[in-house]
């Protein structure tokens, strides 16, 4: 037995000897969700259950939903053990959520895009019969739509020897509408809306005519901060003298600037990794219920 073989064994009969001491011997025990009925039909049976506390006298245990917990715990203690080192349990847990969320883009993006965008156009009726009963019997029918659908069938020419050319032609079109849609969002966003957002009065004053002391320092820093930033990206000039020492002006606010913005990046991040171990420490081991008597 070799070194990772012998840490492996050690942690999971610790971890398993745990989980059955914590389960066997605590009040709270593992993890378990109870469920209460949330709405009835008429004849008296469940139609929808809602999650319930376990000292809620209508509160039964929900055997699918407790499954469902002690699977997310397994996948998520999987993705962790990456930080020990590549493993088939990384590997396994790796590849479950890679073929689920691929399978769940795939029915979606089906639902969406044939059936709600392009059948219930050609074939209304038909769909409606099949698909969505709630569509509206007199819609008509939009042959307008015959056009995508030819161009999402020149596609598969992509497989076919000798014309695989044709599938070129949907790949240009998608390309381009994307690409001129995202233009214009992406003036609006990141190019027109920065410059309105710049455009800003040096003196603040509040509406009784009192100067407002912070409220305009904020507004010269900003517009001073912008000018260095441009100065540094201005290449026509040699970056010497006054023109040198705005453009080093400029780097301290870039570099303040990405360091904001890869900080947030990392606090999302963080915040991701304490939710899970919320849910570990306290929807799957539950031990909340063994500190709030320390915690008050």
């Not at 699977?71 to 930080?83: D, E, P, Q, R």
């Not at 639902?111 to 509206?136: C, H, K, M, V, Y």
């Not at 020897?161 to 599938?167: D, M, V």
């Not at 517009?223 to 080093?248: N, P």
């Amino acid at each position: 037995m070799n070194r990772e073989t012998r840490i492996w064994t050690v942690l999971f009969v610790v971890g398993g000897i745990a989980l059955f001491a914590k389960g066997a011997f605590t009040d709270s025990g593992l993890g378990r969700i109870h469920v209460k009925p949330a709405r009835t039909a008429d004849n008296g049976s469940v139609i929808a259950w809602t999650e319930a506390a376990p000292s809620d006298a209508a509160a039964v245990l929900s055997p699918a939903r407790t499954f469902g917990l002690w699977v997310a715990a397994f996948l998520t203690l999987g993705i962790f053990s990456y930080l020990y080192r590549d493993n088939v349990l990384y590997k396994l847990t790796e590849s479950i959520i890679v073929g689920v969320s691929a399978g769940y883009y795939f029915v979606v993006g089906f639902w969406d895009s044939i059936i709600q965008q392009l059948l219930s156009e050609l074939a209304p009726q038909l769909t409606r019969s099949w698909f969505l009963p709630g569509l509206n019997a007199d819609k008509p029918v939009d042959l307008w739509f015959v056009v995508p659908l030819i161009l999402s069938l020149f596609l598969f020419c992509k497989f076919v020897p000798g014309i695989g050319w044709a599938a070129r032609w949907p790949l240009a079109f998608v390309v381009g509408t994307f690409a001129g849609l995202r233009l214009v969002l992406f003036l609006d966003a990141d190019f027109v809306s920065q410059i309105r957002n710049t455009i800003m009065p040096l003196v603040v004053l509040a509406p009784d005519g009192s100067f407002l002391i912070w409220s305009s320092l904020r507004n010269v820093g900003i517009i001073l901060s912008l000018l260095a930033c441009l100065t540094y990206f201005f290449f026509s000039v040699e970056h010497r003298g006054a023109v040198g020492r705005v453009s080093r002006a400029g780097i301290w606010v870039l570099m303040i600037t990405f360091g904001a913005s890869f900080a947030f990046t990392v606090m999302g991040r963080i915040t991701l990794l304490t939710k899970r171990f919320e849910f570990l420490f306290n929807d799957w081991l539950r031990l909340d219920d063994l500190l709030k008597p320390f915690l008050g």
